[in-house]
């Protein structure tokens, strides 16, 4: 297989940000104009609801050459990586980076597991990844869902769960990381998928928090605000991604970044999802102008994130109780109560 080719970028960091999301917000244009159509012409997408479903959910070729243009980690800098292909249970073969943190650093022996939005591939996500090295020092695994990118098969509700199983199995059977804490991060799509694995896998212990940023409650529950005409046809939606079922029956520390000027996900179903929380850690952290893509870009994302991980990291879990309460605690808790109660 041959390795795909892009140009290279420019050198600046904060630029790295701010075309990956200008990339990724031209496909929001795709999922809204279905929104926006004519009532003749929305008729005929709920009429394809159910039979055009997956093509509207998983647009895996968005922007135009996702599924062949894929940014290296060596176009951005970071030089410590590897580049995998692996193999899951029913056959399929997944593209992922696995990036190295500084050795030796207080979060060497954390993998943070990235699960991306239902666009664009893991390239485009590379910028995140080399700022999250920068905040926090840790490694990061990056997984590339089937149909997605490089990766071979199509998407659906239960491939997509079977590639999270598949990454988490891979990360904790490799020499390298099986003694190492886990931090889920997921982003829209890739909450869905990381409270699923979370749900399914936090007995062992070495899965310490979990990170989501605009996440939705159910696709079924999404639709409504996608495909206005389609509200009423929201049960023929089998694709359902029930996250609000799951959320209260995860029990690690929860960090959830919510933009309130999400344009694809209504920011009430991040506000509804951290109030179904029962976490004995949740931290509301709310990004008062960040839309969908966005909110990457806003002051505090990358702080929220450090800090959190700072706080669930191994060496910080004899230190303190986290296990002790569900709300949230300094320095997050007084400006996030005032948030929710004047926000919604």
Known sequence: MSSPTVTPPAPDGNSFLVQTVSLLSSVASYLRVPAIASTGVAAILTGLLYFKQKALIYPSHMPPGSRTDIPRPSYYRIKDYEELIIPTKDGEKLSAFYIRGPKGGPNSKVTVIMFHGNAGNIGHRLPIARMLLQAVGCNIFMLEYRGYGISTGHPDESGLNIDAQTALDYLRDRAETRDH??????????????????????????????????????????????????RYLAALCHQVWATDTLIGNIKVPTLFLSGLQDEIVPPTHMKQLYDLSNAPVKIWKPLPNGDHNSSVLEEGYFEAIREFIQRVSPGNLEKEDLYSTGKPSPPYSAASDAVIGSSF
């Open 181 to 230: 804490k886990y931090i889920v991060y997921g982003q829209s799509l890739g909450g869905a998928v990381s409270v699923k694995l979370v749900s399914k896998n936090q007995g062992r212990g070495d899965i310490v928090g979990l990170i989501l940023e605009n996440t939705f409650l159910s696709m079924r529950k999404l639709i409504p605000s996608i495909i206005p005409p389609a």
